[in-house]
């Protein structure tokens, strides 16, 4: 009987709920600039979210940046050659290897500052530009957008860096660049997407 009983309460007993889930955009309550630089801007901001909750966010702003996948096809089309960067980085304390990259001037098109930053780095021209993504870098704190483009039938120039630019430019085929991602010897997120995205592209396109 008594086993009954137990069996009956808890075919009765009320089952938990799960925390309903509140999905949405965040609005925005204020907005207080705590840092002004040459780059980025830091803002303390105060935002409502979905479920009512009111949080402090530290946002980082910049207006965003271009990156030059720029390959030469001419001896292998299907293994071509990648033109690369290696500099030091102070923020991270490491010489890094990176496709150029740098920011977008404000009301710049991306694509001006794509062509605008090979020339400056690298000093190489390309005919056909395409674009093949764009990401945010870490949209947990920073605003700053990356635009991706494929720079091809390319032709090699004078570099014109900035004072602050101590750049030495590589010539390397895809498939050594991916051997050094697979090695763990390439760590600039910008580069793992822009040559892995290569790689896929040339792989359905074969």
Do not use: C
Not at 105 to 111: D, V
């Amino acid at each position: 009987m008594a086993a009954k009983v137990k069996t009956a309460l808890k075919a009765t007993s009320p089952k938990k709920s799960s925390p309903k889930s509140v999905h949405g955009k965040s609005r925005l309550i204020s907005s207080k600039l705590a840092y002004k630089g040459r780059v980025i801007n830091v803002y303390k901001d105060t935002v409502e979210e979905a479920n009512g909750l009111i949080f402090k966010r530290d946002v980082i702003r910049h207006n965003g940046s271009v990156v030059v996948l720029a390959i030469d096809e001419s001896a292998n089309p299907k293994d071509p050659i990648i033109i690369l960067e290696r500099q030091y980085r102070h923020a991270v304390g490491e010489f890094l290897l990176e496709l150029p990259a740098g920011r977008i001037e404000p009301n710049e098109p991306p694509l001006a500052a794509a062509k605008r930053e090979m020339i400056e780095e690298t000093g190489y021209r390309a005919k056909s530009w395409k674009l093949l993504t764009k990401y945010f870098a870490s949209p947990g704190f920073l605003g700053e957008s990356m635009h991706i483009y494929l720079a091809r039938d390319i032709r090699p120039g004078e570099a014109q860096p900035e004072a602050d630019e101590q750049i030495e430019i590589l010539q390397m085929p895809l498939s050594e660049a991916l051997k050094l991602i697979a090695s763990g010897k390439i760590h600039d997120g910008k580069t793992l997407i822009g040559l892995l995205l290569l790689q896929e592209q040339l792989r359905q396109s074969s």
